[in-house]
Nanobody, 127 residues
Framework: QVQLVESEGGSAQVGGSLRLSCAAS????????MGWFRQAPGKEREFVAA????????WYTESVKGRFVISRDNAKNTLYLQMNSLKPEDTAVYYC????????????????????WGQGTQVTVSS
C-alpha cells in the first residue's frame, strides 16, 4: 500500500516553468512504476507521463514531449514533474499515481492500471 501526497502546484505565465512533487510513504515506492495525470475542467483525467520503478525509462503523452520531464528520487521516496515552456492548455489539476505491480517492466498510460493516487494539485498557466 502506498500513500501519495502532492506538493502545492502554482501559477505561471505562458513560457514559464513549474515543478511538481509527490511524496510517497513506504519503502515499496522503490518497486513501483509511477505516473502523472491531469484533469481540466469538464474533461476526463488524461495521462501525462510515466517512469519505471528504477527510473531507467520514461514515457510521455505527445503534447508534453520536449517540455515536461518526469523523474524520481527513490532515496527520498519522491516523484517529480518538471514542466517547462508552459502553455494555457497545461492548466489542470495534476495527480500523481502509483502502479502497485512490483518491478513491472511496462509503463502504463491507462488510469485503471494505477492503484494509488495523490490528492491533486492545481496548475494554472496564464498569458
Amino acid at each position: 500500500q502506498v500513500q501519495l501526497v502532492e506538493s502545492e502546484g502554482g501559477s505561471a505565465q505562458v513560457g514559464g516553468s513549474l515543478r511538481l512533487s509527490c511524496a510517497a510513504s513506504g519503502r515499496t515506492f522503490t518497486m513501483n512504476n509511477m505516473g502523472w495525470f491531469r484533469q481540466a475542467p469538464g474533461k476526463e483525467r488524461e495521462f501525462v507521463a510515466a517512469i519505471l520503478w528504477n527510473g531507467e525509462s520514461t514515457w510521455y503523452t505527445e503534447s508534453v514531449k520536449g517540455r515536461f520531464v518526469i523523474s524520481r528520487d527513490n532515496a527520498k521516496n519522491t516523484l517529480y514533474l518538471q514542466m517547462n515552456s508552459l502553455k494555457p492548455e497545461d492548466t489542470a489539476v495534476y495527480y500523481c499515481a502509483a502502479d502497485a505491480r512490483r518491478y513491472y517492466s511496462g509503463l502504463a498510460t491507462a488510469r485503471a492500471s494505477y492503484d494509488y493516487w495523490g490528492q491533486g494539485t492545481q496548475v494554472t498557466v496564464s498569458s
